[in-house]
């Protein structure tokens, strides 16, 4: 129990009462924060699952010329979605190979969904023959805002997660402000300790990674989660005009003049803009009543070789184009912004540093994991009767084992439902999300079921197995076997067959680990130089 | 080609630095080694690390640069703590 | 092992500190992103200086909250802190 009013010496103190707070605020959401790590882990990869999840467009062997491929697509718009007040296309890169577009619908009734979006072949303009699916885009929204409520729902819940993540690494600092100064003079320990140790190593090289993250996380969707500054202060539609161009490079649409008049060479207007960013370096083109005699045409720069989301676009007079204004700074804070934004996405990246931020997110997310199963282990010491745990323990118990070895079986199981489910299913891309919602559901039922540890080693084996076999399904599914793209030197396929693999191969040392632990140990035993290479003895410590 | 010398650079500069300490010395060569030794320890890993960071920010930039910096100094750190656990486990598996 | 009133008396002073780190964490923070307002800069940047900040704000009040003796203390904490915000934020609104 906690003793509150007592005076305790002032460093125990602080650093018990610090110990309790990172213990809960750890706990209390460290299942949500695990899924949040994981999924935003591999969302550093979503393009590339994209491109994986749609097998049936070609390997982009070099990026096309973005200026050709935007008028291509612009074109093919006027017919598809005619007097759209607004559309903005996202432009292949390096790492996409096709063209995504969303569009405000012209005259959609009120309580109407009045968006629409597509991806389109770059090739031919056309929306692509593929089939049905949400990609990587999955992971990347389930991130921050989950999935089946109001996606402003999602988001506050992600923001909590993400308030009690901060909380979490600031306590656990003043915790443990000693294992910075030992850091390399650890010891792997035994039972707890091990864990305890596992936990701190992974916590403390990529502290600045987590901590960077959890409140770049924070402000990507701050508006939302503080926005009160911004209801005090902007109070006319020009503040709010003056606000948004200080953060995003979409041109809101004014008055359309009712004058119909085609659009000038979108062609022309993206090249202006490769004059000025490099041939790759177009990222978003955004039209707003395209076909009216008042069209403006924004042409924004891409996010690739500069760590920064602040918007840097040219405006042009639709009709003529004419360039209209050359919006390439913003103010000190709005700037600030821009630069912690995009240290979140990481778009910035390099294959290398994309790599690095996968390595160290990975590590954060395993820190999230040792937190939470050391919160039972633990505590399994302290059990009156370790074989029947008292309600609280149970329910942590089983969580864990759906939300860490679950999660990995659900995700495996969205790369198979990508493969499996007939291409003609209705709502096809939404049955691949069923289907992972259904297969983690399941994981739990097990958990439940099954005893702890038995229940740990077959989700992990399961985990191991999905995703070894992947890349077997993938040759017998479709025509990008892993031999094929080792000849053509298809990247994108080759790495997430070999990544399936490197995966499958951690889940099954996790297993047999699990498997093989011996749950015997010393209680609760200081690190103590003397003693920490003697085998260890003495308290039974049962492990789930 | 200067990620992998960067890296290389934090590899080694995190060596030193963890063997400029007593117990890794006393682990590896069951004694501590002599003082000047380990100030020399001190500043080759803090010198290997402040060249990683020259060497990208002068490449990219301060942004890119200190992101790539931090980027392989945590995997830098992390395989060195790591090689140490793994010599310390083997060190204390009974033969 | 302890009484009704016992409970309440170890208890009360947890919930109410949750309470304060919660709910009194994120008005502190929420008034700071106002209070910003009334620095000398265009009133986007301020915005956004004070959304920027406020997630500091409500981390350090939630540490403050936990780190200090007594429930009461953290609330005191909070209410300085809170009351100059207060007057900035007032001039603004």
Partial sequence: MKTDQQARPDGRGLRQSMSDLHTWVGLLLGWVLYAMFLTGTVSYFKDELSQWMRPELPAQSGVPDQAVVAQRVADELVTLVPGSPQWSLRLPDARNNSVYAFWRTAGAAPGQRGFGEGNFDPATGQTVSSRATLGGDFFYRFHFQFHYMPVVWGRWIAGIAAMFMLVAIVSGVITHKKIFVDFFTFRWGKGQRSWLDAHNALSVFGLPFHAMITYTGLVTLMALYMPWGQQAGIKTAADRQQLNAELSAFIQPGKPSGEAAPLASIEEMVRHAQERWGRDGVGRVTATHPGDAAARVAVARGDGGRVSMSPQYLEFEGTTGKLLAVHEGVGAAAETRGVLYALHLGRFSDSVTRWLYFLVSLAGTAMVGTGLVMWTVKRRQKLPDPARPHIGFHVVERLNIASIAGLSVAMAAFLWANRLLPETLADRANWEIHSFFIVWALTLLHGVLRPAKKAWVEQLWLAAALLALLPVLNAATTHRPFWRSLAEGDWVFIGMDLMCWALAALHAVLAVRTLRHQPKTRAARKPARETVNKPAGGAVLREG | MIHLSSFILCLTGFAALAFAMDRPQHDLFGRSLPAPATVALRVGGAASLLGALGLLVTWQGWGLGLVMFSGHTSLGAGLVHGALIVQGRRAARPN | ?93
């Fill in chain 3, 1 to 93: 092992m302890t009484s009704v009133a016992g409970r309440v008396r170890s208890v009360g002073p947890l919930v109410s500190r949750i309470a304060a780190a919660l709910f009194g964490g994120y008005a502190l923070a929420a008034l700071a992103s106002v209070a910003v307002l009334a620095l000398p800069m265009s009133t986007p940047q301020a915005v956004l200086t004070g959304q920027l900040t406020s997630f500091v704000i409500y981390a350090a009040a939630v540490i403050w909250v936990f780190a200090v003796r007594s429930a009461l203390r953290a609330w005191a904490g909070l209410l300085v802190v809170a009351a100059p915000l207060l007057l900035s934020a007032w001039s603004v609104w």
